[in-house]
């Protein structure tokens, strides 16, 4: 059933659920092939890890409170993959275009994962750092989001009514986020006002394994 928050996700701008982790056969070489106020959608609840690790993928628990279960979409499935690039492990690298987040690991491999991205004109690019981290983030509208959409709320506070989902990863000085959301017929799209939204399941993993200060590389 659609609450409140739900109705915001379509202007604004993030899901749950995830598969688990297989070795994909090629490698991804991100070589080869603006200032904007955040963005938010609606959060989800937190579900726990489902499927069956492998090669020693230590996958992370959704914590937090739980909503009832409503209509799910297919996932895309988090998977462990050959990762030929010059960034050590523990960086982040999101492909714009691809609509994936990498996290790098040891050995030539990566966690990719499935994300939504900026919609057309909020698209962005660089190089930052992890600089906090929060679980169950509450949430204050930017100005130029309150300047389009008076009638959002001025606070909401962290569970599983708020845009930002169960954890959120705040990247630089920007008001971008890399978080999580309850509307996974979103993710894969570009949606949002310039933020990285994944899973609630993915995005608790992935906050497990980021450590503030992680580089973040953001690629069209």
Not at 68 to 86: D, K, L, S, T
Not at 109 to 125: C, D, K, L, M, Q
Request: hydrophobic share 35%.
């Amino acid at each position: 059933m659609k609450t409140s928050a739900s109705a915001l996700a379509a202007l604004l701008g993030v899901c749950v659920l995830s598969a688990s982790p297989v070795l994909a056969a090629t490698a991804y070489d991100p070589f080869g092939s603006s200032d904007v106020e955040d963005y938010y959608g609606d959060d989800a609840p937190s579900y726990g890890y489902q499927g069956t690790p492998s090669r020693g993928y230590a996958p992370g628990y959704g914590q937090g409170m739980q909503a009832a279960p409503q209509a799910q979409v297919q996932p895309i499935p988090r998977e462990i993959v050959a990762f030929n690039a010059p960034y050590k492990p523990g960086t982040i690298v999101v492909s714009t275009s691809e609509r994936r987040l990498y996290f790098v690991m040891p050995n030539g491999e990566a966690i990719r994962y499935g994300v939504g991205v900026g919609r057309p004109g909020f698209t962005w690019s660089g190089v930052k750092t992890v600089t906090a981290k929060k679980e169950w983030p509450s949430w204050v509208p930017p100005k130029a989001m309150l300047a389009r959409r008076p009638d959002l709320p001025r606070y909401m506070a962290g569970g599983i009514e708020n845009p930002l989902g169960a954890r959120a990863m705040y990247i630089g000085s920007t008001e971008y986020r890399i978080h999580g959301s309850n509307e996974p017929d979103t993710i894969g799209q570009a949606v949002s006002s310039g933020c990285i939204r994944m899973t609630n399941e993915d995005v608790t993993d992935l906050y497990d394994r980021v450590k503030v200060g992680a580089k973040v590389v953001v690629l069209n």
